[in-house]
T-cell receptor, first 115, second 111 residues
Framework: DSGVTQTPKHLITATGQRVTLRCSPRSGDLSVYWYQQSLDQGLQFLIQ???????AKGNILERFSAQQFPDLHSELNLSSLELGDSALYFCASSVGGRASTDTQYFGPGTRLTVL | DAKTTQPPSMDCAEGRAANLPCNHSTISGNEYVYWYRQIHSQGPQYIIH???NNETNEMASLIITEDRKSSTLILPHATLRDTAVYYCIVRVKYNNNDMRFGAGTRLTVKP
C-alpha cells in the first residue's frame, strides 16, 4: 500500500459525458501527478500540482482539467468523453519542491470505460 | 531526460536472481536512474534509485556502471509475485514532472 488513494476504482460511462476522478496523496506529500495508461500509449504524464498550484502540464487534452484543493486532495475532470479516453488513470504523489528524496508513489488507479 | 532501452521480456526461474538490464547511454551527470514495476494493472511501484553508486534496499539492488551508461536491477531471489513489467527511468532528481515510462521489461518468474 503506497498511501495514495484513488476513487472510484471503476467507472463506466457513455460518450459525451463528464466524470471526476479523485486522488488523496500520502500524508505530508504536497505534489500530485496524474497519468493516463491506455493499451496503445503506455503511461503518459498528464499534469502536476504542487501545494494547490499547477506546476507542469504533459499530454493533457483541453477536455481534461484538474485541480488540487487546500486539503491537498486532487480531482481530474474529464469531459466530452470519447471512446479513446478509456484507460487507467493513475495518481501519484511526492513530497515535492526541492526535497532531498522526491520519489513518486502511485495510487491503485481508476479504470475508466467509455461506451 | 535521457532515453532508456530495455529488453521487452525476460524469464527467470523462481528462487534465482533476476537481472534486468537498462541502457541509458545519453544520461547526463545530474540524472538519476529510477526503477519502478507494475504488476498487472496495479499502480507502478517504486523499487529503487541511484546516481552513480550501487544501491541496495529490501526489494532489490541497483548496479550502475562506472561510465553510468547502463545499469542492472537485481532481484536476488525472484518469486512468482515478482512477475511484472519493470521500468527503468532516468531523470533529473528535482524535475519530477516528466517521468517518462517506456515500454519496460516484462519479467515472468516461472516455477
Amino acid at each position: 500500500d503506497s498511501g495514495v488513494t484513488q476513487t472510484p476504482k471503476h467507472l463506466i460511462t457513455a460518450t459525451g459525458q463528464r466524470v471526476t476522478l479523485r486522488c488523496s496523496p500520502r500524508s505530508g506529500d504536497l505534489s500530485v501527478y496524474w497519468y493516463q495508461q491506455s493499451l496503445d500509449q503506455g503511461l503518459q504524464f498528464l499534469i502536476q500540482y504542487y501545494n494547490g498550484e499547477e506546476r507542469a502540464k504533459g499530454n493533457i487534452l483541453e477536455r481534461f482539467s484538474a485541480q488540487q484543493f487546500p486539503d491537498l486532495h486532487s480531482e481530474l475532470n474529464l469531459s466530452s468523453l470519447e471512446l479513446g479516453d478509456s484507460a487507467l488513470y493513475f495518481c501519484a504523489s511526492s513530497v515535492g519542491g526541492r526535497a532531498s528524496t522526491d520519489t513518486q508513489y502511485f495510487g491503485p488507479g481508476t479504470r475508466l470505460t467509455v461506451l | 531526460d535521457a532515453k532508456t532501452t530495455q529488453p521487452p521480456s525476460m524469464d527467470c526461474a523462481e528462487g534465482r536472481a533476476a537481472n534486468l538490464p537498462c541502457n541509458h547511454s545519453t544520461i547526463s551527470g545530474n540524472e538519476y536512474v529510477y526503477w519502478y514495476r507494475q504488476i498487472h494493472s496495479q499502480g507502478p511501484q517504486y523499487i529503487i534509485h541511484g546516481l552513480k553508486n550501487n544501491e541496495t534496499n529490501e526489494m532489490a539492488s541497483l548496479i550502475i556502471t562506472e561510465d553510468r551508461k547502463s545499469s542492472t536491477l537485481i532481484l536476488p531471489h525472484a518469486t512468482l509475485r515478482d512477475t511484472a513489467v519493470y521500468y527503468c527511468i532516468v531523470r533529473v532528481k528535482y524535475n519530477n514532472n516528466d517521468m517518462r515510462f517506456g515500454a519496460g521489461t516484462r519479467l515472468t518468474v516461472k516455477p
